[in-house]
């Protein structure tokens, strides 16, 4: 590793005086970063590991000796244990269900909306323009009251629906999907448009299938947000049936107290569906995150 | 020229109302779950709303506003989410930007740091609050034990103890969602071009010059934008403290969010929690709005 820690500025010799000493800096500071580094992200890694590590270790084990790292008698126990008490496979089915649905109206009432917004024309486009701007300054969570009233109003506690319907207008979406269109040549829309296509045809056969990086994009951040979000279903939701995976892990908290290997069992099923998305996107993920326009 | 208003002029009618049509799904769920909520919060303010009762109640003119603004509880919970806001934002922006300016360093090893720092970051809030009830566990949590390691005989009981909770659940959070930033600023790095690097190398500037005069103020924009984000976010704080701690203990780290979730659902007292909700907004707007004035006076500057 140090080979390629040298940076390719140092291997030009410098006309200045000293270039020894320079270079010396030069390897020295990245020996220092690579030890900062590498540290730093071993102690991150430690609340990982460490659930990992407890939540195989036999209960009685994790209480005669609770911040050992190591079982000679590894055990899936408190995973079943966590089967038998929870409702484990609803709560995975209910935040997927909840999740894509989601995912699936935000993508397409999203990119309709930031289509028409880039490419079509008409009068009351700036000003819906500039609504919309605004409502990326509302911040949800602070509405949770009449949000709640609403659905219960229409019915819709303890269904997908009330889950999935209050998440949708997603403005962010809307905007990433926006700076996408924005750059498609207008050349392209021309000749779709001169060849007799709608505007809707235009969309759905030209459009969107030229957008796959930045619908994959906002597909991810739309579902992990969805999948991780806490406090609406939590509001919405209270059939254990039909919770979803976070809410219902803590509600397992409740049931079990102290047993820390049946708790660090559930925090590893929890992490699991997302850290295998991650694990599979980590790229898709990370170029989304930063190239979303949020820069 | 000709093919783009001919098309539209042979079009006629149908395709005007094309542009609103598709705007049309998403302006509903818009209007109906960020706008009307908004106006109703406004006016549920004036009211002396209740969840037990169906409608607004009684018109209550100001009287929920003097209750509020006279009421100890609704500072304290301010003062704890302002200071949650200090003690995250402080740590998550600056050592995201010394570790991404690091990691910047380093082409083969980039994915691992990338992966360690980020990988918290996708957890539901509920898994890291789980992780760390046993981490912060008195007596047998791994945090009380590393504490005795570097020579503390009695470690404070880190959720129990009114002056630590607030820090041991902010220590969660940074762990939790530094990853965010990290990403960000290694993407702010990106763009800053390798002859920049080279030039200030050959004008005989040192790794640690180079970082503090060239690539810190550099990034001056992405340092905004992760500030402003993180201290909107920050001032948002539920998920974590209502699982960690339930507020306690005695209150210390109840954050504005549970003060608007216990008077409202617990207590039923939609009135008052909704003119609490509306100050929270109002705080959070004037942020976004100090970050718009920022960004567009930096974008004249250039």
Avoid: C
Avoid at chain 1, 98 to 105: E, G
Avoid at chain 1, 242 to 269: N, R
Avoid at chain 2, 99 to 124: K, M, N, Q, S, T
Avoid at chain 2, 247 to 254: A, E, F, I, L, V
């Amino acid at each position: 590793m140090t080979a390629t820690a040298t940076p390719p500025v140092t291997e030009q010799p410098a006309p200045v005086a000293e270039p020894r000493r320079k270079y010396d800096a030069e390897r020295l500071f990245n020996r220092v970063a690579l030890g900062v580094l590498v540290a730093f992200s071993l102690l991150w890694l430690v609340p990982l590991a460490w659930a990992l590590a407890t939540s195989i270790r036999p209960s009685q084990e994790v209480i005669t000796d609770p911040t050992s790292w190591f079982t000679a008698h590894p055990t899936l126990a408190a995973y079943g244990d966590i089967f038998d008490a929870g409702k484990l496979p609803y709560w995975y089915a209910n935040s997927f269900i909840t999740s894509i649905l989601t995912t699936v109206l935000t993508v397409l009432a999203g990119s309709l909306a930031a289509f028409a917004l880039s490419q079509t024309r008409f009068r009351a486009r700036r000003v819906a323009f500039v609504m919309l701007l605004a409502g990326i300054m509302i911040p949800g969570q602070v509405l949770m009251i009449p949000q709640f009233l609403a659905l219960q109003e229409a019915g819709l506690l303890n269904t997908y629906w009330g889950v999935v319907l209050p998440q949708v207008p997603n403005v962010v979406a809307v905007f990433v999907f926006k700076q996408f269109f924005d750059g498609i040549p207008r050349e392209l829309i021309d000749a779709a448009r001169a060849d007799g296509a709608s505007w809707l045809r235009t969309y759905r056969q030209i459009v969107m299938p030229i957008s796959r990086p930045v619908i994959s994009a906002v597909t991810i951040f739309v579902f992990v947000g969805v999948w991780n979000n806490f406090l609406w279903p939590l509001l919405v939701v209270t059939d254990p049936e039909m919770m979803t995976l976070p809410v219902g892990l803590t509600s397992v908290q409740d049931v079990f107290g102290v047993p820390y290997a049946q708790l660090m069992a559930s925090a590893v099923l929890g992490a699991i569906p997302l850290l295998a998305v991650f694990a599979l996107f980590q790229r898709r993920i990370v170029e989304g995150i930063a190239g979303t326009g949020l820069k | 020229m000709a093919t783009t208003t001919a098309p539209t002029k042979a079009r006629g009618r149908g395709d005007r109302w094309a542009g609103p049509g598709m705007l049309l799904p998403f302006s509903l769920f818009y209007l109906v779950f960020l706008v009307g909520p908004l106006i109703y919060t406004v006016v549920a303010g004036f009211f002396d709303t209740s969840l037990l009762k169906s409608g607004l109640g009684d018109f209550a003119g100001f009287s929920n506003y003097s209750t509020v603004l006279g009421d100890s509880e609704f500072w304290r919970t301010l003062k704890n989410t302002l200071w949650f806001t200090v003690l995250t934002t402080v740590p998550l922006v600056l050592l995201s930007l010394v570790l991404a300016i690091l990691a910047d360093r380093f082409v083969r090893g980039r994915w691992f740091f990338r992966f360690a720092f980020f990988a918290p970051f996708v957890l539901p809030s509920a898994v890291v609050a789980l992780m760390f009830t046993f981490i912060y566990a008195d007596q047998v949590g791994l945090a009380q034990q590393a504490a005795t390691w570097v020579g503390v005989d009695t470690p404070p009981s880190w959720l129990g103890d009114p002056d630590w909770a607030m820090i041991s659940i902010a220590a969660a959070t940074v762990w939790w969602t530094l990853g965010f930033n990290f990403v960000l600023y290694l993407a702010g790095l990106q763009d800053i071009p390798r002859s920049v690097h080279e030039a200030a190398a050959i004008d005989g500037a040192g790794p640690w010059q180079r970082i503090r005069h060239v690539v810190v103020p550099m990034l001056g924009r992405t340092t905004t934008l992760v500030t402003v984000l993180q201290v909107v976010a920050s001032l948002k704080v539920f998920d974590q403290i209502y699982m960690l701690t339930n507020g306690g203990p005695d209150g210390s780290t109840r954050p504005s969010l549970q003060l608007i979730y216990d008077t409202g659902f617990v207590e039923g007292r939609v009135g008052y929690a909704s003119t609490v909700s509306l100050l929270l907004f109002v705080v959070i707007l004037l942020v976004s709005l100090v970050w718009f004035a920022l960004v567009r006076r930096a974008e004249k500057e250039r």
